[in-house]
């Protein structure tokens, strides 16, 4: 088994490695590499897209790293590896960001990302800390996780998902924003799991195990 961390150059892998490797070692997931190499995540049976940053630097990096774009389009969506995008990885699943201009996504998850507009003015944006999940829908990777569990948010965009079935959790900050989006063998988390402790470390372990 191994799980591929796509590093297209869009932020720190240092924390995500550590914790994946953790947990493999600890669920039994296999191997856990970070790779810019298009052929190592051709062959890896789970696929990781991490990011940090603007939505369309971020989407124009990884499309001009074109072998290794492509080789993570033919293993998701040709060879139905599970995939988890995390912050910035999960917003390119969307169909369009909205950051600075409009910017096509994966179009993985039907919706667009916006910016997050609390109700309250006190609340302020970037969203950044610690906030309490909601769970919205079930799903096997969400085993061991509960509302009220927390997670750690670093972001001023939100994923507002077409479809609400596909929103798997979110979190109050002024209003609904969501934290964990899922369709098939895709998933996304808004927050950065490696950065959660226990909520985070459980959901890691779980999508290594997951077998969709």
């Not at 060879?79 to 950051?99: D, K, N």
Request: contains cysteine; glycine residues 12%; proline residues 5%.
């Amino acid at each position: 088994m191994l799980t591929a961390i796509i590093d297209y150059e869009s932020g720190n892998l240092h924390s995500a490695e550590k914790a994946f490797q953790r947990m493999a070692h600890e669920v039994g997931g296999g191997t856990v590499v970070v790779t810019a190499d298009a052929d190592v995540v051709a062959r890896a049976d789970r696929v990781v897209l991490p990011g940090d940053g603007a939505f369309p630097a971020c989407a124009a990096a990884l499309r001009g790293q074109s072998g290794l774009f492509d080789a993570m389009v033919e293993a998701v969506e040709h060879r139905g590896r599970p995939f988890l995008g995390i912050c910035v990885g999960m917003q390119l699943m969307a169909t369009w960001g909205r950051e600075y201009e409009d910017t096509r996504g994966l179009d993985w998850i039907g919706g667009e990302v916006v910016k997050i507009t609390p109700s309250d003015p006190a609340l302020k944006v970037p969203h950044m800390g610690w906030n309490d999940l909601v769970i919205d829908n079930p799903h096997p990777v969400l085993e061991g996780i509960k509302t009220g569990d927390h997670a750690y948010f670093v972001h001023s965009y939100h994923f507002c998902v077409t479809d609400p079935t596909e929103r798997l959790a979110h979190v109050d900050y002024g209003g609904e924003v969501t934290a964990i989006i899922g369709r098939g063998t895709m998933l996304g988390m808004q927050f950065h799991p490696e950065k959660s402790q226990k909520t985070g470390l459980t959901l890691i372990g779980n999508f290594l195990r997951w077998r969709p």
